[in-house]
């Protein structure tokens, strides 16, 4: 089940642990990427109780189905890169099976006391504190480079070269932690958007994915009337116009829960606009929040400690203060969007410092 990742430099043996979360997983390969060394990925399936036996028992395999999971043997690695609460336990229990010699590098948030770690990088939706061994970026980390558009581009720009321009490109989400994305919200979006394009006399290049709500989709598609050139996600799809959307279009709109789209849209340095997913008033107000995910996000808001709270409304305003997004709805100013700093590279260098390289 393991897969190796070629890096074109020598470099500490490293493993890359990923799961279920495409989010997570993005996030891990991109940082490997930009290290450049030869790794072995490291999948897992997790068992439904993994969270009381991750809080229990601390380092651990007990929340992972070890015969549906990667083998986990000598020779142990230097370095791991994990992302995620349920490979916490399984990084941590690596690291003492190496007699405590592996570096652990976290990406996000850990819900482990950070002196676990050598190395969390983490993004403003968290609340960790400043300390050594906390590198704070603007956006969490991504693949997406010029080449890999260049190459998207050149794949899909036929096929979307009968639409009228600008091309505006609408990457939606879906639900994830306190956000659910409704039809109502679904249906909104659309309208807001093809009301953007008809504005500027262009089309719109839709694309949902993996978390997207089919009837919620299926609401937003009916509320369009400009040209479009639509994408339903698909685990099984052959092709996926994500990245040729954003190299080709002009403009991008994309739902504000995800930050993995904010930051890939935001990098390319093009008007973005951000689309609210939130609810309007108390959050009790609205049935479709007495769910588990949106119901144990606001009561953890509420009762955990600071440093478990999640807010990604803070990332959000980050990019519209800056100047590098407005909300979906607002003109965009006439100056052009600032580019983004590569938090990527920032990371790299970081890990490469525990190494001393």
């Not at 470099?11 to 642990?17: Q, V």
């Not at 993996?210 to 299926?218: D, K, L, Q």
Request: charged fraction near 20%; proline fraction near 7%; charge should be positive.
């Amino acid at each position: 089940m393991d897969e190796s990742v070629q890096g074109g430099d020598a470099g500490p043996s490293t493993w890359l642990l990923t799961g279920h979360k495409a989010g997570d997983n993005a996030q891990v390969r991109a940082l490997a990427e930009a290290l450049g060394w030869p790794c072995s990925v490291k999948r897992f399936r997790y068992r439904r109780y993994e969270l009381l036996t991750n809080r229990l028992l601390g380092a651990t395999l007990a929340g992972i189905e070890r015969t549906a999971s990667s083998e986990l043997k000598p020779p142990w690695p230097q370095l791991v890169i994990s992302a995620g609460r349920r490979n916490e336990p399984v990084a941590r229990w690596i690291r003492r099976q190496a007699g405590g010699s592996t570096r652990l590098v976290h990406i996000g948030r850990p819900w482990a006391p950070l002196g676990c770690y050598d190395l969390i990088v983490t993004t403003p939706q968290y609340f960790l504190p400043d300390q050594p061994n906390v590198l704070h970026n603007h956006l969490p980390l991504h693949s997406v480079s010029n080449e890999s558009l260049a190459q998207a581009a050149g794949q899909w720009r036929a096929r979307l070269e009968p639409l009228p321009r600008p091309w505006i490109a609408l990457l939606v989400g879906g639900d994830s932690g306190p956000f659910v994305f409704t039809r109502q919200k679904g249906r909104v979006l659309g309208q807001q958007a093809n009301r953007l394009a008809q504005e500027h006399g262009g089309s719109l290049l839709i694309s949902s994915s993996a978390r997207t709500p089919v009837a919620s989709f299926a609401a937003l598609q009916a509320a369009i009337s400009v040209p479009a050139h639509i994408h339903s996600w698909r685990a099984d799809q052959d092709e996926n116009p994500y990245l040729a959307y954003l190299a080709l279009a002009d403009q991008l709109v994309v739902t504000g829960e995800s930050m993995s789209m904010l930051t890939e849209a935001a990098w390319t340095a093009k008007p973005l606009y951000i689309f609210d997913p939130g609810d309007a008033g108390a959050w009790w107000r609205h049935r479709h929040n007495f769910r588990f995910k949106p119901l144990s996000h606001h009561f953890a808001m509420y009762l955990a400690p600071r440093r478990m709270h999640r807010d990604v409304g803070r990332i959000q305003q980050q990019l519209v203060q800056d100047g590098r997004a407005v909300w979906l709805g607002e003109s965009f100013p006439d100056a052009a969007s600032p580019g983004m700093p590569d938090d990527t590279q920032r990371a790299a260098a970081r890990v490469r410092a525990l190494f001393a390289l």
